[in-house]
């Protein structure tokens, strides 16, 4: 039988140093583990986009998996490679998602969670594995901002959901709010600054638009929109 080995890079957690270049390491074992045969995959959060010019710089012929799976993108043939890996999720099934990555967390940290599902339910066409991934991020960030309350909401509005994530955090200044989606912005020292980057770049990969509003010494509320599954508004009226 025929094995396949392959090294799979997180482009923004391995790949890529402060800088955001790779280092002169990195190309070196990656050279040698290609010269034994060994495949290289480039893994990104954000869009192919993004990831093309490093993948170009390290002469790869596999395909990026971009935004946390949601699609492949052959850089050979310069098209998003055929399948379709958004399903109809409902908003009810999303939430629960939610709430099983994030709920051992919450009791470990001691801040309480509340999930409000919309009715009667909505859905989305969306990878809902990397959809809860990109909430869940934003859970553990306002927990890190020190809220012990946190809502995770959904309504409809007009022909979109509206995801809210509300936390009761320190909140952040006015000027601080331009800063926050950029790649390696942060304001922790332990912090990596990607966190963010890669829940917008979830959203946008779902045709979504990502926003925030925080008050300093009150919290924030960072609001998730996407379009209604299209069936839904085919069907007319409230789903």
């Known amino acids: 039988m025929s094995r396949f080995q ?6 923004d957690g391995t790949l890529l140093n402060r800088d955001h270049k790779i280092s002169s390491a990195t190309r070196a074992a990656l050279a040698q583990a290609r010269a034994h045969d060994i495949k290289v995959l480039l893994v990104t959060g954000r869009h192919f986009m993004t990831a093309r010019p490093f993948h170009h710089e390290l002469a790869l012929d596999t395909p990026i998996i971009c935004s946390n799976g949601a699609y492949l993108y052959d850089s050979v043939q310069e098209k ?26 919450c009791q470990q940290q001691g801040c309480a969670l509340h ?57 952040m200044a006015p000027s601080l709010l331009n800063q926050i989606f950029e790649p390696f912005f942060t304001t922790r020292s332990q912090g990596t600054g990607l966190g963010l980057a890669v829940v917008q770049s979830v959203v946008r990969a779902h045709q979504g638009e990502v926003s925030v509003a925080s008050v300093p010494g009150e919290g924030t509320c960072f609001t998730l929109s996407f379009p209604l599954h299209q069936q839904q508004v085919q069907l007319g009226g409230v789903a």
């Open 80 to 105: 998003i490679l055929v399948g379709d890996p958004l399903a109809v999720a409902p908003l009810s099934r999303l939430l629960a998602e939610v709430q099983a990555g994030a709920e051992a967390f």
């Open 115 to 171: 999930l409000e599902a919309p009715e009667p339910d909505l859905c989305l066409l969306a990878n809902s594995s990397a959809l809860a991934g990109a909430i869940n991020n934003l859970i553990a960030n306002a927990r890190q901002a020190g809220a012990d309350s946190l809502l995770v909401s959904a309504v409809r509005s007009g022909n979109r959901v509206e995801m809210r994530v509300i936390d009761n955090g320190k909140g």
């Open 6 to 11: 392959a090294i799979a890079l997180d482009m």
